[in-house]
């Protein structure tokens, strides 16, 4: 009598006209997660290109109901950054449907198939990257996320999945993979070959080196400055920046007003909580606001990260700030030898 491994690979065989693999993985679970699953890798090969799902097999015939599968699937998603897909012998129509409105990646051999996620992975990788296109920015969240790991630093052996490259970013899944293949185009960040089915990757050189062939790609964070009302408390997303933080970081003279870093989002946010408001004239003005496509990356988060600051100052006319930029350069290693 066929199995559920076997008629699943039949099916997705017959259904994908691509051959699959299917074998066991060991993950750091939790007992009571290997008591309900079987964990199983799938790997489809489309040409040379290839993508991996995790199978969970479940161990009985009872379907557990879309509300506890999920906080099961969250569970696993923690030991693995792969697809994870649920795999059932049976289901009723309306747990089906419930499974689909719970966004739950599910197999049933012989029936259906609905794994968005493995879709979206697979046009990725299938996608031909156009040698000859050249990236002329990084997008606000890859510097981000690139800046994030220069200050982390690693070793020649240090190894990266995608979830340690966004950090304790809160970036969308497609916005991490749109990250990935922008580092790898310009070469920063090359694919680890040979260590299992999950995507691993390690920079090309040393924080210097990828620094400076970063740096012809890298923008100010900085959108827009605008002039508020009032002088604003520092923390929970509001910070020093421009020569106010650089006058923190060097013997540049503090400007008469400070200047406050922010998202959009936060700026948004305090203006509607009436915290402060765009000021309508000079003498209505307290103090300056710019709007940055990221937060800060300093372990104190009260002031702008020096890398960002000099990005965000770097254009400026003022000879004293140069000055003083260069000065800041000699506090972080990978800036001190800037190209």
Same mark, same amino acid.
């Given at each position: 009598?066929p199995?559920?491994?076997?008629d699943?690979?039949?099916?997705?065989?017959?259904?994908?006209?691509s051959?699959?693999?299917?074998?066991?993985?060991?993950l750091?679970?939790?007992?009571?997660?290997?008591? @309900?699953?079987?964990?199983?890798? +799938? *790997? &489809?090969g489309?040409?040379?290109?290839?993508? !991996?799902?995790?199978? /969970?097999?479940?161990m009985?015939?009872?379907?557990?109901?879309?509300?506890?599968l999920k906080?099961?699937?969250?569970?696993v998603?923690?030991?693995?950054?792969?697809?994870?897909?649920?795999?059932?012998k049976?289901?009723t129509p309306?747990?089906?449907?419930?499974?689909?409105?719970h966004?739950?990646?599910?197999?049933?051999?012989?029936?259906q198939?609905f794994?968005?996620?493995?879709a979206?992975?697979?046009?990725e990788?299938?996608r031909?990257?156009?040698?000859s296109?050249?990236?002329?920015?990084? @997008?606000p969240?890859?510097?981000? +996320? *690139? &800046?994030?790991c220069?200050?982390?630093g690693? !070793?020649?052996?240090? /190894?990266f999945?995608?979830?340690?490259?966004?950090?304790?970013?809160?970036?969308?899944?497609?916005?991490?993979?749109?990250?990935?293949?922008?580092?790898l185009?310009?070469?920063?960040?090359?694919?680890?070959?040979?260590r299992?089915?999950?995507?691993?990757?390690?920079?090309?050189?040393?924080?210097?080196?990828?620094?400076?062939?970063?740096?012809?790609?890298?923008?100010s964070?900085?959108r827009r400055?605008?002039?508020?009302?009032?002088k604003?408390q520092?923390?929970?997303?509001?910070f020093?920046?421009?020569e106010?933080?650089?006058?923190k970081?060097?013997?540049l003279?503090?400007?008469a007003?400070?200047?406050?870093?922010?998202?959009?989002k936060?700026?948004?946010?305090?203006?509607?909580?009436?915290?402060?408001?765009?000021s309508?004239?000079?003498?209505?003005?307290?103090?300056?606001?710019?709007?940055?496509?990221?937060?800060?990356?300093?372990?104190?988060?009260?002031?702008?990260?020096?890398?960002?600051?000099l990005?965000?100052?770097?254009?400026?006319?003022d000879?004293r700030?140069?000055?003083?930029?260069?000065?800041?350069?000699?506090q972080?290693?990978w800036?001190?030898?800037?190209?």
């Amino acid at each position: 009598m066929p199995s559920l491994k076997d008629d699943l690979k039949a099916y997705v065989e017959s259904t994908l006209g691509s051959p699959i693999e299917l074998e066991a993985v060991h993950l750091k679970l939790p007992f009571h997660i290997l008591d @309900l699953y079987n964990p199983v890798r +799938m *790997l &489809l090969g489309v040409g040379k290109t290839s993508v !991996s799902a995790l199978l /969970l097999m479940p161990m009985a015939d009872e379907h557990p109901g879309s509300v506890a599968l999920k906080k099961h699937i969250t569970q696993v998603r923690k030991a693995t950054d792969e697809v994870i897909v649920y795999v059932t012998k049976s289901l009723t129509p309306h747990e089906r449907r419930s499974l689909i409105s719970h966004h739950i990646n599910f197999l049933q051999p012989g029936y259906q198939m609905f794994i968005p996620d493995l879709a979206m992975d697979l046009r990725e990788k299938v996608r031909q990257r156009r040698e000859s296109e050249e990236v002329s920015a990084l @997008l606000p969240a890859a510097q981000a +996320m *690139l &800046l994030g790991c220069l200050y982390e630093g690693w !070793s020649s052996e240090t /190894l990266f999945n995608s979830n340690a490259i966004m950090g304790d970013f809160k970036y969308s899944r497609v916005t991490l993979s749109k990250v990935i293949d922008q580092l790898l185009t310009l070469k920063l960040l090359t694919t680890v070959k040979g260590r299992g089915f999950n995507n691993l990757y390690s920079f090309d050189g040393n924080r210097l080196e990828v620094f400076n062939r970063a740096r012809s790609r890298m923008r100010s964070p900085v959108r827009r400055t605008v002039s508020i009302d009032s002088k604003l408390q520092l923390g929970e997303g509001v910070f020093l920046a421009g020569e106010t933080a650089l006058a923190k970081y060097t013997l540049l003279a503090e400007p008469a007003k400070p200047i406050y870093g922010m998202t959009k989002k936060r700026f948004a946010e305090l203006i509607a909580d009436e915290q402060m408001r765009p000021s309508t004239s000079v003498d209505d003005t307290s103090a300056w606001v710019e709007i940055w496509t990221y937060n800060s990356l300093a372990r104190n988060k009260n002031i702008a990260d020096p890398a960002s600051l000099l990005l965000s100052l770097q254009d400026n006319p003022d000879e004293r700030i140069q000055i003083c930029l260069d000065e800041l350069k000699e506090q972080v290693t990978w800036l001190a030898s800037e190209d």
